[in-house]
């Protein structure tokens, strides 16, 4: 079993620090991004103050009980909910496992464990085939043709990729026009359109030698510009693709072309997020109108997010965000700011936005249009009471079996 998740392990002793690292050079995770840090359940509060959560979380404390059970109530004030999390602690204590695992703590671990044992437990977690993580799937769509989806598609998943450290996938489905070979600057050995062409065959090898890698956690399924590339994909060859870009990242951003096909409205359907990108003018107005009505029925209560792109090309003329979401029956829109010259030195460098113009107000559109589509929850408010204090775990073993009867100990060593 290979797994994909992302890991973030804290030690709060040396021999505990090597297990983790020791653990983390397995081939079963060869997948996964596991990253070691030191100072325990202490440093891993002070860390998420700041920075996302992992999908799988190891902690180490060497303190007794009651220090332990303190510190696990600080770190579910800044975790987010459904984090798997794996204890490390100095007792072997039958009464603490049971309370531990009673609350939402999907393993506890006698210090220091065997780099083995690490790995077994992180693998016994999703060990059932329906609890490993499947990526999300964002799709961006044009209400017409050069309004600027592929660009916010590229630097969405850029942003992406950055912000949550996941692996990340782009996948450019514009077969004979698709940009984001320029758009990232990267060579394309092996085009899209071959995956489709081979889909009878296709398996995870064979996509995963289509992706070129760009830049950490980023990798582009790209095109080459050849007018003559294979004939759009079925509606089974997209599932089977968009099925293994599930299984190899945490984020698949699909760039879509101004097409109206049977295999783009799947898609579309397919999609946790969907953003329909326009120009505030009137034509783009009734294609959102049509786009919405067309879809709300296939997407069910997935979000179908409009975007407004160059606003205020045209201040005098454009029409407003009220004026969208009364035709296209939303409640929100999002809105980029028109900046040429940004994007424009953006493309010719074959960099994204957030490179060569970290702080420039179209920089910080594209941050919240990323975090919206991530799909993320906010942080959990701090619990009440220390029944509570590991509530919000439970989601993360909703299929956990645990019986309760024997702590997990250390295997010997040799």
């Known amino acids: ?75 579910a004030e800044v975790v987010e909910p459904g984090v798997k999390v794996i204890v490390v602690g100095a007792f072997n204590d039958i009464g603490l496992y049971r309370t531990l695992v009673g609350q939402g703590v999907s393993e506890y671990l006698v210090a220091p464990p065997a780099p083995e044992q690490v790995v077994e437990t992180i693998l016994g977690i999703y060990r059932d085939p329906a609890a490993v993580p499947r990526g999300r799937i964002v799709a961006f769509f044009g209400a017409r043709g050069g309004v600027g989806a592929s660009s916010v598609a590229h630097n969405v998943a850029w942003l992406l990729a950055q912000t949550f450290k996941e692996p990340t996938i782009l996948a450019d489905l ?66 089977k693709i968009l099925d293994l870009a599930r299984g190899a990242a945490g984020f698949i951003v699909l760039d879509l072309p101004h097409v109206w096909a049977e295999w783009t409205q799947a898609a579309m359907e397919i999609a946790d997020d969907l953003v329909i990108v326009a120009q505030p003018d009137l034509t783009g107005l009734r294609e959102c109108k049509n786009i919405f009505a067309a879809l709300t029925a296939r997407r069910g209560a997935k979000p179908t997010r409009l975007l407004l792109n160059k606003t205020g090309e045209t201040k005098k003329t454009e029409l407003s965000a009220k004026d969208f979401m009364e035709a296209a029956n939303i409640h929100t829109v999002m809105t980029l700011p028109y900046a040429p010259e940004v994007f424009g030195n953006a493309l010719n460098n074959g960099q994204m936005i957030g490179e060569v113009a970290k702080t420039h107000a179209v920089t910080e559109s594209l941050r919240k249009i990323a975090a919206q589509v991530s799909g993320r929850d906010v942080k959990a408010a701090k619990p009440a009471g220390m029944l509570n204090v590991l509530g919000w775990l439970r989601s993360a073993k909703k299929d956990d079996k645990k019986d309760g009867t024997k702590v997990a100990k250390p295997k010997a060593a040799g």
């Open 174 to 239: 514009d077969f004979s026009f698709g940009s984001a070979d320029l758009a990232y600057n990267v060579e394309v050995k092996q085009p899209a359109s071959d995956i489709v062409a081979q889909s009878d065959r296709l398996d995870d090898v064979l996509f995963d030698k289509c992706l070129v890698p760009s830049g950490d956690n980023l990798k582009v399924l790209a095109n080459t510009g050849n007018l003559n590339a294979a004939a759009p994909p079925s509606t089974e060859a997209l599932e």
């Open 1 to 75: 079993m290979f797994l994909r998740v992302t890991i973030e392990a804290f030690s709060a002793q040396g021999p505990t620090r090597a297990a983790f690292e020791q653990a983390a050079k397995d081939s079963r995770l060869s997948r996964s991004r596991v990253t070691v840090h030191d100072g325990g359940i202490a440093a891993a509060v002070s860390y998420f103050r700041e920075n996302p959560s992992p999908q799988v979380l190891i902690v180490e404390e060497a303190g007794g009980d009651a220090e332990l059970m303190t510190a696990l109530g600080s770190l």
